[in-house]
């Protein structure tokens, strides 16, 4: 071996390490370094030991929270609660729920992010109404004839100005 890491160089390496993310090289110099220095040998044993009881920490409460199915009731009052129809007493118990249950408040936090979701599409969606000029358009044309009315008056202008202009154009010619 050519090169030699310190201890800072394996200290920022530790977390790809242990993850066996680092390259075979990099990874063999890794391994030069800690057979030399205990201090590094002793903090890389200690991190996989907080990383696999943290794993298995992890694990069993995920088979405690599957094993622990929510109440086909809480989830059927879940969204009266949100939007505050309950009576006092289903009130209570949706809050114990969520209060003892990780699972039914993350599902409580799921049906708030909906309402929000929903909430913020239909305001936009009201204010996108008030831009919609093809239904203004429309409610103008319902409401009266000011389109026909304006268009026909238009046209016998039109047609009053071009018969002047051909008299006018006869006149001139033979005169």
Known sequence: MNKELTCNQVSALINFYIENKLNPRLREYVDHHIAKCPACKKKIEELQKILSAYKTKNNSTENIQQESSLQPEFIGKLSAYVDNELDSNDNIKIKK????????????????KFKKVMHSAYEKTKNDTRFDYSKNIMTKMQNGNEYTTTYF?????IFVILVTAIICGFIYLYL
């Open 97 to 112: 729920m969520t209060i003892s249950n990780p699972s039914a408040r993350k599902e409580l936090e799921t049906m708030y």
């Open 153 to 157: 008056y238009k046209l016998i202008v």
